[in-house]
């Protein structure tokens, strides 16, 4: 997972909707794109929803298929240059019983009404200490790599509405949808309201849906698997740097 400074007012577009689970074709990419083009970005990101204040870190546990995973969320000091804008960057370190296995830098930036965008990625699998694989890494403004949002200012005004997280053809594809806003949930690092339920899903893995919790102030506080697959990750402790 987002995880600030003042920013230009944009429009953002989004045209025909189609429905969940559908597979991607040429018709539906633009239509499902948010309209960065019209974007003014800036350097930070974060809303309610998705606080990526430097120094920010989360700290998550639990099983996916059967195997015990953790997972580390730290905001990093550091920025990374993506479209000529300082883009906010996040570590994501995953770890299962024999050690790391996934190492990743997301990028993401912010427009003015309070948008977060998610404008690239660095991942690399891991096995045995080596890294075995960069695949689904990608860049917003490279190759045709297109950015996504990935936490909408309101997401209220937009549940039921498919829309990408991020866009590289055959590699990075992730969809979402704004399931509902208002939900009590407890997870081992305490009970929170408020809550907004964000599906995801993606086109070059079909069948699979995930949930993802996300509590005002804090960010994601539970991942579950809601179809092909079995996996609940919960947020044991966090701490949001003001």
């Not at 309101?154 to 509405?161: K, N, Q």
């Amino acid at each position: 997972m987002t995880r600030r400074i003042a920013l230009i007012l944009v429009t953002l577009a989004l045209g025909a909707v189609s429905a969940c689970g559908d597979s991607t074709t040429d018709t539906t990419i633009p239509a499902l794109l948010p309209d960065a083009g019209a974007a003014a970005f800036a350097a930070g990101a974060g809303n309610e929803y998705w606080p990526m204040t430097v120094g920010s870190r989360w700290v998550y546990e639990g099983e996916d298929e059967g195997e015990f995973e953790h997972i580390e969320v730290t905001v990093e000091t550091d920025r990374r240059a993506v479209m000529g804008i300082e883009a906010v960057v996040v570590r994501d370190i995953v770890t299962l019983e024999d050690g790391i296995v996934e190492d990743t830098y997301d990028w993401y930036l912010q427009d003015g009404d309070g948008n977060v965008w998610y404008v690239g990625e660095d991942s690399k699998e891991i096995e045995d200490g080596e890294v075995v694989s960069t695949e689904g890494s990608w860049e917003a403004g490279v190759d045709g790599a297109e950015p996504g949002i990935m936490m909408w200012a309101d997401p209220a005004a937009h549940v039921g509405e498919p829309y990408f997280q991020e866009f590289y053809a055959g590699e990075a594809e992730d969809k979402a949808e704004i399931v509902r806003v208002g939900d009590t949930v407890t997870v081992a690092a305490g009970t929170f309201e408020n809550v907004l339920v964000v599906r995801e899903w993606n086109p070059l893995e079909p069948g699979v849906f995930e949930l993802k919790y996300y509590a005002p102030g804090v960010g994601v506080i539970l991942e579950e698997i809601e179809e092909g697959g079995e996996a609940r990750i919960e947020l044991i402790e966090y701490s949001v740097a003001g």
